[in-house]
Structures are given as C-alpha cells and as structure tokens.
C-alpha cells in the first residue's frame, strides 16, 4: 500500500481523516480505494493538460482498472494496490466506471441547467464512493446503498457551496442555472466574486436542498450497520459542520481563505464519533432541523 498511504498522508482530506476510526485492514482498504478517486480526479481537473489529453489519460484509467477488476494485470501502481481490495470485498468494475464517467463530465460540462442534472454528477462523483466503501465497511442491510446515495449527494453539495469561488476560478459554476435565474444570479456575478443578498438566497436554497439529503441519510441509516458505517458518519458530521458555518458566514466564500474546520473541532467530532461506536447509542450527528 505504498503509492495508497502516500497519496492519502499528502491530500489530507477530510475523507482520509475518517480512516482512523476504522481497523487497520478497512483502514489500509479504504486508502486504496481513495488513492485511486484522487489520482483519476486529478487527471480531471489538471487544467493545463488539453482536454483530449485528459479524456485519454482517464480511458486508461478504465481499461487498467478493469484488469484489475477482473483479474489481469493493471499496470498503474494504485491499480495493483487495489486489486486485492478489490477481490476481497467484490467491488464491482460498473462503480469504478461510473466513477471515470463523473471524472469526464468535469471536462466538458461546466455548469448545470437543474437539479437534476447536478444531482447525476454529484452521485457519479460522491454517492458511488460511498456505493463502494459501504462494501469495505461490511455492510448487511440493502438500505444502505440509499444511506451511501443519500449521503454522497449531501457532502458534494456542501463541497460545491464552499468552493464556489475556486470553482469559478476554473471557469466552472456548479450551481444550478434554473436556480440562480430564479434568485437574479448572472455568471458573471460568480466568475468575477461578486456577494449579494441575491447571493446569498440562492445559496440558501441549495443548502436547504443538501439538508434534505442529510436527513434522507439519516432515515435511512440501517441499526444494524451503525458500527460498520462509522467512518461514514464521522464523514457526514463534519460536512453538517461545515455546512453550518457557511450557514453562519451567510454563504460569502468570495474572500481569500477557504472556509473549513479547524483542527480542535475536528478532533472533538471524531471523539465523538467513537464513542458513538463504543457505546452503540446515539443519533446520527447530522440533518437536524
């Protein structure tokens, strides 16, 4: 697992954080299998690559890890860490397609017209993650593919609200157009970092929306599988977290520093959620009214 640790020490995200909560096989899994979304992520968004480059390098990315998937010789090193991980726990090659698939849509979409749309990027790109680690978490009851759906839809949009001015760095606006004709946002407004109470509606609305997937989570979390899924809900705490401080921040993410949390209040979040496991009680820490 040399290439999977390094690439997960380096990025230092907060999916990597919840590994710790797991044992150290799940643990060692889990990094295999967020090494590989970084790496065809990576190729996605390296910006200046041409994108017929980009789109090659990610049909390799497909070709080598289904050999993986079905037992050939994949010549990417994450690839070859992954392929046990794969084996063991019956990861099918479909998910890791639709993985590649969410990947190449960041090449050629750059913005949404609706709901609907954004919300079939984000479970290409998020909730088929989530698809994927629930089989590694040893999951039993079939409702929690639709807690991983769920989810998954949940933290991406927290994700595209906090990294709105970054996204618009890179020319992409992830907010739906439907939705920002209906509260009077331009583009323009969002590529050139322009805040406005109008601004601020419209990122409410899609905030009341990622609640809904956060509560939907927590419905369908199945009892029987808290324990299994408690990297997942240290996952969705800290995003329910951060969507509150944007909340509190009105939404502004226009200035300088990315809004995230801090180190303290991460630490109490994971504390939190062993003990959760420890004990068995407790409600999932997210989705509240």
């Not at 990610?58 to 046990?84: H, K, M, S, Y």
């Not at 609640?211 to 939907?216: D, I, N, P, S, W």
């Not at 299994?228 to 009105?250: C, D, F, N, P, T």
């Not at 809004?259 to 999932?284: E, P, Q, V």
Request: with cysteine; aromatic share 8%; charged share 25%.
């Amino acid at each position: 697992m040399q290439h999977s640790q390094a690439i997960t020490r380096k990025s230092a995200s907060n999916l990597a954080l919840a590994f710790i909560l797991l044992p150290r096989p799940k643990r060692n899994a889990m990094a295999a299998l967020y090494a590989f979304c970084r790496e065809v992520d990576d190729v996605a968004d390296e910006d200046s690559a041409p994108t017929e480059l980009r789109r090659a390098r990610l049909t390799e990315w497909r070709r080598d890890i289904q050999l993986a998937c079905t037992g050939g010789a994949p010549q990417f090193p994450v690839n070859q860490e992954l392929q046990p991980v794969i084996r063991e726990y019956g990861l099918p090659f479909e998910l890791f397609d639709e993985l590649i698939q969410g990947c190449e849509m960041d090449l050629e979409i750059k913005a949404y017209d609706n709901y609907e749309q954004l919300e079939a990027y984000c479970h290409r790109v998020a909730s088929v993650v989530g698809l994927l680690s629930i089989r590694i978490f040893g999951c039993q009851n079939p409702a929690a593919g639709d807690y991983a759906r769920h989810l998954g839809k949940a933290l991406q949009l927290t994700n595209i609200l906090r990294d709105v001015r970054a996204d618009a760095e890179r020319g992409r606006i992830y907010l739906p157009r439907l939705e920002m004709e209906r509260f009077g946002v331009t583009p323009g407004e969002i590529l050139n970092h322009q805040y406005t109470e109008r601004y601020h509606a419209l990122a409410a609305s899609v905030a009341g929306r990622a609640r809904e997937f956060y509560q939907r989570a927590r419905r369908a979390l199945p009892a029987e599988d808290r324990r299994a899924l408690v990297a997942a809900e240290l996952m969705g705490s800290v995003y329910w977290r951060l969507l509150l401080k944007l909340e509190r921040r009105q939404f502004n993410v226009f200035g300088p520093e990315r809004i995230r949390l801090g180190k303290a209040h991460k630490a109490g979040l994971i504390l939190r959620s062993w003990l959760a496991f420890a004990t068995g009680i407790g409600a999932s820490p997210y989705g509240t009214p």
